[in-house]
């Protein structure tokens, strides 16, 4: 069973920057997408970002497109998603989460709560 945990986030300025971490405890399969999530107070959970295990293919949502970073670290078994020029509007509890494709996931991390002050 793969675990997925999550780090990074935390309070800050709007136009500043986070990155978060999602370790994995175990190679996931090959054809598996990393994802990541988030979830603002009463809201639906929303697609941020995924790729695949090779890095080679990414997407995004609209909103965080040209400020989101997502990328893999293979050999570490770890996902970033790196923000710039965070808004308020970002603030959510971010989860890590591996599926079959992108914006599908069957595998969820605990989460991590990103606060960005106006």
């Known amino acids: 069973q793969v675990q997925l945990v999550e780090s990074g986030g935390g309070l800050v300025q709007a136009g500043g920057s986070l990155r978060l971490s999602c370790a994995a405890s175990?190679?996931?399969?090959?054809?598996?997408?990393m994802n990541w999530f988030r979830q603002a107070p009463g809201k639906q959970r929303e697609f941020v970002a995924a790729?695949?295990?090779?890095?080679?293919?990414?997407n995004y949502t609209d909103s965080v497109k040209g400020r989101f970073t997502i990328s893999i670290d293979n050999a570490k078994n770890t996902v970033y998603l790196q923000m710039n020029s965070l808004k308020p509007e970002d603030t959510a509890v971010y989860y890590c989460?591996?599926?079959?494709?992108?914006?599908?996931?069957?595998?969820w991390g605990q989460g991590t709560q990103v606060t960005v002050s106006s």
């Open positions: 175990a190679r996931t399969f090959s054809s598996y997408a």
């Open positions: 790729i695949t295990w090779s890095g080679s293919s990414t």
């Open positions: 989460a591996a599926g079959p494709r992108f914006k599908i996931a069957d595998r």
